[in-house]
């Protein structure tokens, strides 16, 4: 009974799966010919594809530009590279491990001096 059970349920499935990728090929066949049929729709969706890639190109490259307007406006050296930039979060990691290793020191000379 319960082996029955499941090859019903595995012929169940076969047939869902089968209709699924039957559907699948339905849709793509219809919409490769409505394409054919429709050139001037597919011109105007390249268009809208490629509007989209300049947009975000240049959305890209003015948000750089305005950086380094800001950095020079706010005085940091020409000669830092853009492969040399740290993070923010490296930045901040950085500054308490120098705060640290400075106070730590700093305990070290005095203790010293005593």
Do not use: C
């Not at 948000?63 to 050296?77: N, Q, V, Y």
């Not at 500054?95 to 290793?101: E, P, Q, S, T």
């Amino acid at each position: 009974v319960h082996l029955r059970r499941l090859k019903a349920e595995a012929e169940q499935r076969r047939r869902r799966n089968l209709a699924a990728i039957q559907t699948i090929f339905d849709n793509a066949s219809s919409s490769f010919s409505h394409a054919a049929q429709n050139p001037k729709q597919i011109f105007i969706f390249i268009g809208y594809l490629t509007l989209l890639a300049v947009a975000m190109y240049t959305a890209r490259e003015a948000t750089r530009l305005l950086r380094i307007l800001i950095e020079s406006a706010i005085g940091k050296p020409k000669l830092i590279r853009e492969t040399t930039r740290r993070s923010l979060h490296y930045t901040f990691i950085s500054l308490v491990a120098d705060k640290m290793l400075l106070s730590s020191l700093w305990d070290a000379i005095r203790g010293g001096y005593k």
